[in-house]
């Protein structure tokens, strides 16, 4: 498990329950090529250690709003157990990255890309109602 509490750019992101599961996914990740997956038992979302001046920038520009609702889910979603993967990914990889995951029964799924989050969790996921 790793000690990073934030969700770093260009990563598939899902919350999933037990740890045989998250183990299961983050094992056929890896052999799909996936090596640098973050399982995180913590999501900071206070901003702790982040540069003032790229929130303000960030607030100012007026894309944290929905970021940080986000932040807020997988923070409740680790308080309660779960546990929030984060898969390096982009392009056709993304979408692979998302599919490994629902597999394994992750939700709230989304890409956080450099300048913006994309909701990837499908329509049939519990968690996008």
Do not use: C, W
């Amino acid at each position: 498990m790793s000690n990073e509490t934030k969700i770093p750019n260009n990563r598939v992101v899902g919350v999933i329950s037990g740890s045989r599961s998250a183990e299961d996914a983050v094992t056929r990740l890896r052999s799909e090529g996936f090596d640098d997956v973050l399982v995180m038992s913590h999501v900071d979302t206070a901003g702790e250690g982040v540069n003032p001046i790229s929130a303000l920038m960030g607030m100012l520009a007026g894309d944290l709003g929905d970021e940080t609702a986000y932040l807020d889910q997988y923070q409740e979603a680790t308080q309660n157990g779960s546990l929030v993967l984060a898969v390096p990914a982009n392009g056709e990889q993304t979408d692979r990255a998302r599919e490994i995951l629902e597999l394994h029964g992750a939700v709230n799924i989304r890409y956080f890309g450099r300048l913006a989050v994309t909701d990837l969790t499908p329509q049939t996921n519990p968690s996008a109602r």
